[in-house]
């Protein structure tokens, strides 16, 4: 009856084990994959799960269907993509903090203190 227990005990600190080792990283990693795509916007620069890299030119968002991005991977070269298939977003039409604070600064610029 106690090696009954034992191997119930074990089986399930295994399965707990694993979701917690395993699984649930891949979910969280997959739940922000998805969010990151739907905050896609016209501007952001994208990487395909095929290696291309374009900028998002508009999202297609049909009545039946999966949502569609048009990605421009050239000046004049358009393709189709559908949000599956992009793997993370690069750039974004915002600059981050510190881009604004070094755009601010000339850097040919010297600072001279006179003392």
């Not at 994959?33 to 968002?61: F, P």
């Not at 949000?83 to 850097?107: F, G, K, M, W, Y």
Request: overall charge negative; glycine content about 6%.
């Amino acid at each position: 009856m106690a090696a009954m227990w034992s191997v119930i005990f074990y089986t399930g600190l295994t399965v707990v084990a694993f979701y917690f080792f395993l699984l649930r990283p891949v979910l969280q990693n997959q739940k922000q994959q998805k969010k990151a795509v739907q905050q896609l916007r016209i501007g952001d620069e994208v990487v395909t799960s095929g290696g291309l890299i374009g900028e998002v030119k508009d999202v297609v968002v049909p009545v039946d269907g999966p949502t569609e991005i048009i990605l421009e991977l050239a000046p004049g070269v358009r393709v189709r993509a559908l949000t599956d298939a992009i793997q993370r977003r690069l750039s974004t039409l915002e600059p981050s903090t510190n881009e604004a604070s070094t755009a601010e600064v000339n850097p040919g610029e010297v600072s001279h203190n006179s003392a």
